[in-house]
């Protein structure tokens, strides 16, 4: 039994997968209820723990106490140059985030075809994989990515530092109609937000289509399905991932999957020197 813990900056995350690589338990809590949460319920245990940790060396002090009752083998991940089939391009491969990474390696072995990756959460992640070829071996190439603010953090950064707009972000609505022209104060910020957003995807699909195949579209994280709804009323963005002939994944759990898949044997042993 695998527990995989994802903790972002805003949320911390977290799986236990069982022999057969399904989740058999799954839960969230914020950051700031780390010390309270308890990981698994008494019933079930965990012979090893993957955790990628973007939150800071405090909250890793906390994660540790929070895994002190089980007797597990403990990883903390860190991204390399290479690892289950995926190669990092980042100049210092280490200071990818680790939730980026892991989604890298989960979004790959989704599809093992070029993919851009949503990652949006506290902030949004952009990143592309190109698939490659070497000798008949296909593997995946991390070329790089952006780095946004997240929706809620464009919204309440507004906030912060002007003197008239409202310093709370607008109540993220799925359903909401994304208007360009946005007559009110919140609709407006809400508005930018998720344009800034969509046209950031949209030019890192056309970037990454014009250096291989159009690319498979999978989001995660708290706002996907957010980013979800804006893509669907958004002509520009949908029109292109539609002639991909595949719609756009929404993965639950990618950085999760991708921790599980760390953990596979097979890719641990060869994650340092061939591709697998
Ligand atoms: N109930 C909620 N509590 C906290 N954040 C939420 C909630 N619903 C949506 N969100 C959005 O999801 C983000 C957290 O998503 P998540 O992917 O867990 O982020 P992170 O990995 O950065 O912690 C928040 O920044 C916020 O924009
Ligand atoms: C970009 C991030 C802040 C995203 O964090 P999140 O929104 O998931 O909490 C995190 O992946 C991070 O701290 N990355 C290190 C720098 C980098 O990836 O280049």
């Given at each position: 039994?695998?527990?995989?813990?994802?903790?972002?900056?805003?949320?911390?995350?977290?799986?236990?997968?069982?022999?057969?690589?399904?989740?058999?338990?799954?839960?969230?809590?914020?950051?700031?209820?780390?010390?309270?949460?308890?990981?698994?319920?008494?019933?079930?245990?965990?012979?090893?723990?993957?955790?990628?940790?973007?939150?800071?060396?405090?909250?890793?002090?906390?994660?540790?106490?929070?895994?002190?009752?089980?007797?597990?083998?403990?990883?903390?991940?860190?991204?390399?140059?290479?690892?289950?089939?995926?190669?990092?391009?980042?100049?210092?491969?280490?200071?990818?985030?680790?939730?980026?990474?892991?989604?890298?390696?989960?979004?790959?072995?989704?599809?093992?075809?070029?993919?851009?990756?949503?990652?949006?959460?506290?902030?949004?992640?952009?990143?592309?994989?190109?698939?490659?070829?070497?000798?008949?071996?296909?593997?995946?190439?991390?070329?790089?990515?952006?780095?946004?603010?997240?929706?809620?953090?464009?919204?309440?950064?507004?906030?912060?530092?002007?003197?008239?707009?409202?310093?709370?972000?607008?109540?993220?609505?799925?359903?909401?109609?994304?208007?360009?022209?946005?007559?009110?104060?919140?609709?407006?910020?809400?508005?930018?937000a998720i344009h800034a957003t969509?046209?950031?995807?949209?030019?890192?699909?056309?970037?990454?289509?014009?250096?291989?195949?159009?690319?498979?579209?999978?989001?995660?994280?708290?706002?996907?399905?957010?980013?979800?709804?804006?893509?669907?009323?958004?002509?520009?963005?949908?029109?292109?991932?539609?002639?991909?002939?595949?719609?756009?994944?929404?993965?639950?759990?990618?950085?999760?999957?991708?921790?599980?898949?760390?953990?596979?044997?097979?890719?641990?042993?060869?994650?340092?020197?061939?591709?697998?």
């Amino acid at each position: 039994m695998v527990l995989t813990i994802d903790a972002g900056n805003t949320k911390t995350k977290w799986a236990l997968f069982d022999a057969s690589g399904n989740i058999c338990h799954q839960d969230a809590c914020l950051n700031a209820e780390i010390a309270t949460a308890k990981l698994l319920p008494d019933t079930l245990n965990c012979t090893q723990i993957m955790i990628s940790n973007v939150a800071g060396a405090q909250h890793a002090e906390q994660l540790q106490q929070s895994i002190t009752p089980y007797s597990a083998a403990i990883t903390w991940v860190t991204a390399s140059k290479q690892a289950a089939g995926v190669i990092n391009n980042y100049t210092t491969p280490t200071s990818l985030g680790t939730d980026r990474w892991a989604a890298l390696i989960a979004a790959w072995h989704l599809h093992h075809a070029t993919c851009v990756v949503v990652n949006a959460g506290t902030a949004t992640t952009i990143d592309a994989i190109i698939h490659r070829e070497d000798k008949g071996r296909s593997y995946g190439e991390f070329i790089g990515g952006m780095i946004l603010p997240g929706i809620d953090l464009m919204q309440t950064s507004l906030g912060t530092a002007t003197a008239q707009l409202p310093k709370t972000a607008a109540q993220l609505n799925q359903q909401a109609v994304i208007k360009p022209f946005a007559n009110t104060t919140s609709d407006a910020i809400f508005s930018g937000a998720i344009h800034a957003t969509l046209g950031a995807i949209t030019q890192m699909l056309q970037a990454t289509e014009q250096l291989s195949t159009m690319p498979k579209l999978i989001i995660s994280g708290g706002n996907a399905g957010v980013i979800e709804q804006a893509l669907l009323q958004q002509d520009s963005a949908y029109s292109m991932i539609q002639h991909s002939q595949k719609t756009v994944t929404i993965a639950d759990n990618l950085v999760l999957q991708g921790l599980y898949l760390l953990a596979q044997p097979v890719f641990n042993a060869t994650s340092q020197s061939t591709l697998s």
